[in-house]
């Protein structure tokens, strides 16, 4: 029995990794080899209790702490823009696949703003980067911790 449950699994995990989505989503749930614990703690963390991780899945009441945000920001190095790409890749999958809530789309934009910040990286760009991203926060503020 328990041979044919480890083929089963396999043939059940060979199936899932095959299918587009659910190998956007499952690259992303490693999380960044960069050193930015801010990014990593932003969307790592909730994706993986998004999608029901084991040990995240107690996780309650998503709030980003500001000061955290802007730690991420302030931080954030080129090596980050390659984690921020399989991060929104992520949710956009989940949203593809019918999975849509106010956080997963809160997150997504999140994420393609901070990447967008990384990309351009020129001053007169910046000023457009960050007023996509306080229009964003000013949307989606439930998620967002201003005092601690």
């Known amino acids: ?5 480890k083929k089963l ?29 801010y990014l990593k703690e932003i969307f790592t963390k909730r994706l993986r209790h998004i999608v029901g991780c084991k040990y995240y899945r107690e996780l309650t009441g998503f709030k980003i702490p500001f000061k955290n945000l802007v730690k991420a920001i302030t931080t954030m190095t080129d090596e980050d823009c390659h984690y921020l790409d399989h991060i929104e890749m992520a949710f956009d999958s989940l949203i593809r696949i019918g999975y849509i809530t106010d956080e997963i789309i809160f997150l997504r934009g999140l994420a393609w703003n901070l990447k967008e910040m990384l ?26 911790e201003v005092n601690q």
């Open 119 to 144: 990309f351009w990286n020129t001053v007169s760009m910046y000023d457009i980067c960050f007023a996509s991203l306080n229009g964003l926060l000013k949307e989606f503020s439930e998620f967002i």
């Open 1 to 5: 029995m328990l041979k044919l449950w």
């Open 9 to 37: 699994k396999f043939k059940l995990f060979k199936w899932l990794i095959n299918d587009g989505e659910i190998y956007l989503i499952a690259s992303a749930l490693r999380g960044s080899d960069t050193q930015n614990n």
